[in-house]
């Protein structure tokens, strides 16, 4: 096992040099090349990904992990897009950050490089398959792909059609690697690669996150648990506070950016708050409530301790009214996972306190908590959320997948 993991990361790490050399032109070519090339194979990618899913259903995956799943004609056109914006985007290698001079007329520049080869752990989304491979290439890192066995079949056929656009550009396709081992025992082994690794992300659940950062001796970034808060102030629209709050909750209830918890001002009135919970149960969403909500709604189930900080991945909410700003940040910061928070206001005091107070990668003012995304904020795809506060936080796009170098330009000083 660990042996088929090492040869594969070895076989990126071999190609970084090469890939360090392509021009801008020639990774737009690759990038414009690829996204053709899966709207043109979409038939065959729709095909593998039935396998994964047929298997899914036999397994017991839960719907809300077989949507993550599915592939068809208009998501691979939206994953072929999502390439077709990465190649419009600047390049950021070899940019300069930032340069100055010296009293001694030495010239420093700090100046972007890739990583090297980044390994990414993800669990029954396809998608990302496509959206690591062409940030990686962008960006001009090897990519090691590790993805579940539930998604197998449409990870390999994704990763093989891309790999032969390399091909075809004479380009060392190893720069992209799927690892042939998905077993569970796997990830330990493969987030230890220290020495072919550059940089370990994990997504998905928090059980495979914390498992990744208590064993890997690679940099890893926590990405992607999203116990995402929608705070409702006393001064809320009531029309407006619905269809956020809706939205965030029920739009796509199997993603990292949904909504699990409501947070409600009591000033905000009970008759709000009693037709916003009807509606929520209108649309067949579970709530979990404090006291204070099940009194306002009897078919409220009770929150116990563990569902203020659960991320349900289902059309289930939590629901706590609070009576005072403060509260509500004090709820959110004690519960959240500083991935998306937002608040529906008008007030402006109230929302620039928001958002100097929540620890949250992303704070949202009166819009929808599914505006957290590589996509949404011109990225074009994104390689992970991170809710941790070293090196990148937010979506990862390309300018996280890099680091720096320091390179002084002198005319013969010496010390």
Request: some cysteine; proline content about 2%.
């Amino acid at each position: 096992m660990t042996t088929t993991i090492e040869s594969q990361c070895l076989e990126a790490k071999k190609t970084t040099d090469s890939l360090l050399q392509l021009s801008t032109e020639e990774k737009n070519n690759i990038l414009t090349n690829m996204a053709d090339c899966l709207t043109s194979q979409s038939t065959i990618i729709i095909a593998e990904n039935n396998k994964d899913i047929e298997n899914g259903k036999a397994n017991g995956l839960s719907q809300s992990l077989i949507d993550r799943l599915t592939l068809n004609e208009e998501r691979i056109k939206d994953i072929a897009d999502s390439l077709t914006t990465i190649k419009n985007l600047n390049d950021p290698i070899h940019t300069i950050i930032d340069e100055w001079t010296r009293p001694n007329n030495l010239t420093i520049q700090k100046v972007r490089v890739p990583f090297g080869v980044i390994g990414i752990i993800y669990e029954a989304r396809p998608n990302v398959t496509v959206d690591a491979i062409g940030l990686a290439i962008k960006s001009s890192n090897a990519i090691v792909l590790r993805g579940s066995s539930s998604a197998y079949h449409s990870n390999k056929v994704l990763s093989d059609l891309l790999k032969n656009v390399l091909s075809q550009h004479n380009i060392n396709s190893n720069a992209i690697q799927l690892l042939e081992d998905t077993s569970r025992e796997g990830v330990i082994p493969f987030v230890k690669m220290k020495g072919y690794l550059d940089l370990v992300i994990p997504r998905g659940s928090a059980g495979l996150i914390n498992t990744v950062v208590a064993n890997a001796t690679v940099p890893s970034i926590e990405t992607g648990v999203g116990n995402c808060h929608v705070y409702i102030h006393s001064d809320a629209d009531y029309v407006l506070s619905e269809s956020i709050a809706i939205n965030s909750a029920t739009q796509r209830v199997s993603v990292c950016n949904s909504c699990e918890s409501l947070v409600v001002n009591a000033n905000w009135g009970e008759d709000n708050i009693k037709k916003l919970l009807q509606y929520f149960q209108d649309k067949n969403v579970t709530i979990k409530g404090c006291h204070q909500t099940q009194k306002l709604n009897p078919n409220v189930d009770l929150a116990s301790e563990d569902d203020w900080s659960e991320e349900y991945l289902d059309y289930i909410v939590s629901c706590k009214i609070v009576s005072s700003l403060d509260e509500a940040i004090e709820h959110i910061n004690t519960y959240g996972s500083m991935h998306t928070e937002c608040i529906v206001s008008t007030d402006e005091d109230a929302i620039a306190s928001f958002n100097k107070r929540i620890d949250a990668s992303s704070v949202i003012n009166n819009a929808s908590t599914r505006f957290t995304d590589g996509g949404e904020f011109g990225f074009g795809a994104e390689m992970g959320i991170s809710t941790q506060k070293c090196h990148a936080r937010g979506p990862m796009g390309l300018n996280e997948l890099t680091t720096y170098k320091y390179i002084v330009k002198g005319n013969g000083q010496l010390k």
